[in-house]
C-alpha cells in the first residue's frame, strides 16, 4: 500500500461552511451515479482506465508527435512536461496534504465500478489534473491540436465520478492543479507564440497573388510532398521542380534564370544552397521548411505552407544577415552556424554510419567515436599564439537561451556572429557539456564567448573540418568569417499582418 495512504485519521470537528460544502459535493456525486448516459457505460470506464499512469497521454503525444509538424512536435513535448510536473507535484504534496476517504460506491451501479479501485486518498484527483495537464500544454503550444484533445480530456475527468472513485470536487481540483501546471511549464519555457522577435528590416518585394513567377525547387530526399503540394493548392501558378539531392544546385540555377521569387523546400543545407543562387542572381527567396530541424525557417517564423502562401500572396517578407567563410580560395555561406573542432568531425562520423544503423544511433556511435580520440581536432593561432582547441562555434545571429528552452535566435538582422569557443584541455566531454549548459558565458576556464561582426583565424590545422549549415569541408592556414548585412531577402508574414 501506497505510504501516503491514511484513511483512519480523525475526522475533523464541524464547521458549518465546510459542511455544507462537503454535503453538497456528496449530492453531486449521487446525482452523477443516478444518471444513464448513452454509450457512456461501456466507453468512460475503459477510458478512465486507459488514463492509468498517464498511458493514455503518452500515446496521444506520440500521434500529435507523428504528424511531423514542428508546431504539433512542440505541443506534444509541452504537453507531456506539463503532464510531468502536475504528476509529480499531485503524487508528492497533493495527496499527502489533505486525506480524504473515497466515496461510497453503493450508489454506482456495478457494471460501472471499476475492476482495481484505487487505494490512494481521493484529494485531488490525479487523472483529473494529468488530464487537464495535458490539454492545457498541447493548447498552450497548438490551439487546433488543444482543440482535439480537450474532449477526451474533458471526458476522462468526468470518468472519475462516473465510475465512483473521486466527488466532483476532487476532479475539479485536479483539473485546477494541472492547468496551473501546464502554466508554470510554459513560464519555465516560453511558448514560440509569446518570443516575439524584435521588428526586422520589411523590404518591397512583389505580391503574386496565385503564384505567378514563383519556382518552387524541392528536394525529393526530404519526403515532403505533400506539404509542397498544399502549397501549390494556396499559390495554384507556381511551378514545381522535384529533384534528387545531387541535382538541387543545377535545378536552382535554372529556375534562377526565369522566376521572379525562387522557392525552395528542402532541410537547412538545401536551403543554404538555394540562399547561394538567390544571392548571386538578386532574387527574393520563398522557405518551405521540409528538413527535421529547419532551424532557419523556424528562427525566420516560418512553420508551414499557410506561412510561406500568405506571404507570398500579400507580398511581405524581410532582410536577413548571411555568413560566409573562405579559406585560400574557398569560400562559403550559411544561414545558420558555421563550427570547428568536434562537432565537424561527429557530422562526417555519423554520415559514414547512417546508411547501415539510422541517423540516431549513428549520432552516438559517432560522439563515442570523436570523444576518445586524444588529440585536438583543431589548433589555431590567437595573438600570435597557438592554441588547441576543441570546438569554435560560430552562429549567424545572437543565440538566446529562454528560460529552460533550447537556444534560437530572435533576430536575424543583428549583424553580429555568435562566437563560442571551447578550450583544449583534458575531458573533451565535460568541457562541451558545460558550455552547453551555461550557455555564453564571457569567459570561463572551460569555454568563452564573444560577439563580432568578423573573425580571422590563422595557424589553422591543415586539413581541419569546417560543418555550415549541416554541410562538412576541409580548410586549413587562413580561416576568415564575417558578416553580410540584410544581405537576403526573404518571405515571412509579417507580425499584424
Not at 99 to 121: E, F, G, Y
Not at 226 to 250: F, G, K, Y
Not at 431 to 444: E, K
Request: net charge positive; aromatic share 6%.
Amino acid at each position: 500500500m501506497s505510504p501516503d495512504v491514511d484513511l483512519t485519521v480523525l475526522k475533523p470537528g464541524r464547521h458549518a461552511l465546510r459542511d455544507r460544502f462537503l454535503s453538497l459535493d456528496s449530492r453531486l456525486f449521487e446525482f452523477a451515479a443516478e444518471q444513464h448516459w448513452p454509450y457512456a457505460q461501456r466507453i468512460l470506464p475503459r477510458l478512465s482506465r486507459s488514463a492509468n499512469h498517464g498511458l493514455l497521454w503518452f500515446a496521444a503525444g506520440a500521434a500529435i508527435a507523428a504528424s511531423r509538424t514542428p508546431r504539433a512536435r512542440r505541443a506534444a513535448v509541452r504537453g507531456l512536461a506539463s503532464l510531468s510536473l502536475a504528476s509529480l507535484t499531485i503524487n508528492t504534496v497533493g495527496k499527502r496534504s489533505v486525506r480524504r476517504t473515497r466515496p461510497t460506491l453503493d450508489p454506482v451501479p456495478l457494471v460501472r465500478q471499476l475492476k482495481r479501485q484505487p487505494i490512494t486518498t481521493s484529494f485531488p484527483s490525479g487523472h483529473a489534473a494529468s488530464a487537464a495537464a495535458f490539454a492545457t500544454g498541447v493548447a498552450l503550444e497548438s490551439p487546433a491540436w488543444g482543440l482535439a484533445v480537450a474532449p477526451i480530456a474533458w471526458s476522462v475527468a468526468l470518468s472519475r465520478v462516473y465510475t465512483g472513485v473521486h466527488f466532483p470536487s476532487d476532479v475539479l481540483a485536479g483539473a485546477a492543479l494541472g492547468a496551473g501546471a501546464a502554466f508554470a511549464v510554459r513560464g519555465l519555457v516560453p511558448t514560440r507564440a509569446r518570443q516575439v522577435p524584435p521588428a526586422r528590416p520589411r523590404t518591397d518585394v512583389p505580391a503574386l497573388t496565385e503564384g505567378d513567377g514563383l519556382i518552387v525547387v524541392s528536394n525529393r530526399a526530404a519526403g515532403t510532398s505533400d506539404r509542397v503540394h498544399a502549397l501549390l493548392d494556396l499559390l495554384p501558378r507556381a511551378e514545381l521542380v522535384e529533384c534528387e539531392p545531387a541535382d538541387i544546385a543545377a535545378e536552382l540555377d535554372k529556375a534562377a534564370d526565369r522566376a521572379r521569387v525562387l522557392g525552395v523546400c528542402g532541410g537547412d543545407g538545401t536551403v543554404n544552397a538555394a540562399a547561394e543562387v538567390a544571392l548571386r542572381h538578386d532574387l527574393p527567396l520563398a522557405v518551405l521548411p521540409g528538413g527535421t530541424l529547419n532551424h532557419f525557417a523556424l528562427d525566420l517564423g516560418v512553420e508551414s505552407e499557410r506561412d510561406v502562401g500568405r506571404a507570398v500572396q500579400r507580398g511581405e517578407a524581410v532582410r536577413v544577415d548571411v555568413g560566409r567563410f573562405r579559406s585560400g580560395a574557398q569560400e562559403g555561406l550559411f544561414l545558420n552556424t558555421c563550427s570547428l573542432g568536434v562537432y565537424p568531425e561527429l557530422v562526417r562520423e555519423r554520415d559514414r554510419f547512417a546508411p547501415r544503423i539510422g541517423d540516431w544511433p549513428a549520432g552516438v556511435v559517432a560522439a563515442l567515436r570523436v570523444l576518445r580520440r586524444d588529440r585536438h581536432p583543431l589548433q589555431a593561432e590567437v595573438a600570435g599564439r597557438s592554441h588547441p582547441l576543441w570546438l569554435l562555434f560560430a552562429g549567424n545571429g545572437t543565440y538566446h537561451r529562454l528560460g529552460l528552452a533550447p537556444a534560437r535566435r530572435l533576430n536575424l538582422a543583428d549583424g553580429v556572429l555568435d562566437v563560442r569557443v571551447v578550450h583544449g584541455g583534458r575531458r573533451p566531454a565535460l568541457r562541451l557539456l558545460a558550455a552547453a549548459v551555461a550557455g555564453p558565458l564571457t569567459r570561463s576556464p572551460a569555454h568563452a564567448a564573444v560577439q563580432v561582426g568578423r573573425l580571422r583565424l590563422t595557424g589553422v590545422t591543415p586539413g581541419a573540418l569546417l560543418a555550415f549549415d549541416g554541410e562538412v569541408t576541409e580548410v586549413g592556414g587562413e580561416v576568415t568569417l564575417e558578416k553580410l548585412p540584410e544581405a537576403l531577402t526573404v518571405y515571412r508574414p509579417l507580425a499584424g499582418s
